[in-house]
């Protein structure tokens, strides 16, 4: 004969765990043949119900952070070439007058300019694709401008840093050391 389980939810104001005498003595005054195999908390049971996805989640997290990792280092090498590149370029610049805070600026704005229309794209991606998906979504919409301002804010972000720091490095070229090589 096959065996029928049965769930008894209780709630109460005090510890769960103080509860498993009180619970148990309850049911045997009603039923003492019932036998009571796992009294455990809901907090519990739905820890363990969403475990794989949680671990799902920490997973795709864990490679959304090495991707934007991978970005910015890649941005930054991207930058930091050019600007080695463009030594002799900035020292003359310099030499002709134009200030630290312009080449920095002109080095910012180089590098931001592909990141930019990135970020575009990846947003327009982003709102068609979020139509496609709009049924595996719980709680959340497709469109989410909340999620949209935070992955834009943290992409440019990570960007701008990372082209920041070759472009602080662009002021510093000495003119006359720039020149001496050309």
Known sequence: M????????????IVPASLGTAVRSAIR?????????????????????????????GLA????????????????????????RRRQELGIRM????QGSD??????????????????AGVLTALVAGGVIR????AVTAQ?????????LVVLATAALACYIPARRATKVDPMVALRHE
Do not use: C, K
């Not at 005054?29 to 799902?56: K, N």
């Not at 030499?95 to 134009?98: Q, S, W």
């Not at 989410?144 to 834009?152: G, H, K, Q």
């Open 144 to 152: 989410d401008p909340f999620t949209l301002a935070s992955v834009t």
């Open 61 to 84: 997290s864990l490679f959304a952070i090495f991707s934007l990792l991978l970005a910015a280092l890649g941005i930054y090498g991207v930058v930091s070439y050019s600007v080695a």
């Open 135 to 138: 049924g595996l979504l719980f």
């Open 2 to 13: 096959g065996g029928l389980a049965a769930s008894l939810v209780v709630r109460a104001a």
């Open 95 to 98: 030499a002709l007058g134009a």
């Open 29 to 57: 005054d009603i039923d003492p043949g019932v036998p009571i195999l796992h009294l455990r908390p809901m907090t519990e049971i739905v820890s363990e119900s969403v475990g794989v996805r949680r671990f799902q989640m």
């Open 103 to 120: 080449l920095q600026n002109l080095v910012l704005r180089q590098g931001m300019s592909p990141v930019v229309i990135g970020w575009a």
